[in-house]
């Protein structure tokens, strides 16, 4: 009798730790991990207040097999940042598509040439329209400002020049400057303009003095010293 409630209660012993055992481990599927001081488990949701250091020599790497789900994902409030590196070392392949929600055809870089004038000694006779000067620079997204000047001469009154800031070869109607002899022989007069012109995409921009003589068909009208500046302002 005394050996046979020995093993029974040898017995019950076993199944008590063997059931202590199982409850300690989590099930299949269950939501929850480890919490602080215990190892991590994959496939859970991992607990801990205080702050985890993974210490490695030889590194973490993330093999990711999913093509829908990106291997690595960190949600943070709006006013963190998700990541908080110590080295400036540059990252090879890690691409920045925007900058301050700006594409990088937006910013002016270091070899951009963002003001440019032309000007100096000119004398020409114009007829029909030609380029009388020009002006580039490299632009980003923004405006470029241009301004122009020239000094004409009319053969006849009433004769005149008229002169256009454009891109093309033409004079646009509704950018143009005129003046036109009020009397005499051989008058000069003085032509200024500004015009405006918005751009989008980063590269070389041009822009043009058109000019054409305007009254009689059979005289021309000389244009000295034109002169053009060009500013790009970038947008804000």
Known sequence: MRRT???????????????LVVVAVPAEGAPNGGGPGDPLLLSRVNQAGPMTVLKSNGGFRILAKNPKRPPLMIYT??????????STAKVENLNVDLLDGLDSTAFVRGTDLVAAYAGGSQSEFV?????VRSVSLTAGT????????????????GDGVTCSITTGTNIEPGYQQLWTSPGGTGEWGQLAGTRG???SLRGSFTAN?????????????????????????PSP
């Open 5 to 19: 409630l020995t093993l029974l209660a040898a017995g019950l012993a076993g199944a008590l730790v063997a059931a």
């Open 77 to 86: 409030p709006d006013s963190m940042p998700p990541l908080d590196v110590s």
């Open 127 to 131: 007829t029909s329209p030609e380029v």
């Open 142 to 157: 923004g405006t470029v400002v241009v301004t122009s000047t020239a000094v004409v001469e009319t053969p006849n009154p």
């Open 197 to 199: 012109f918005p751009v």
């Open 209 to 233: 003095l058109v000019c054409a003589h305007v009254g009689s068909v059979s005289s021309s009208s000389g244009v000295t010293n034109a002169a053009m500046t060009a500013i790009f302002i």
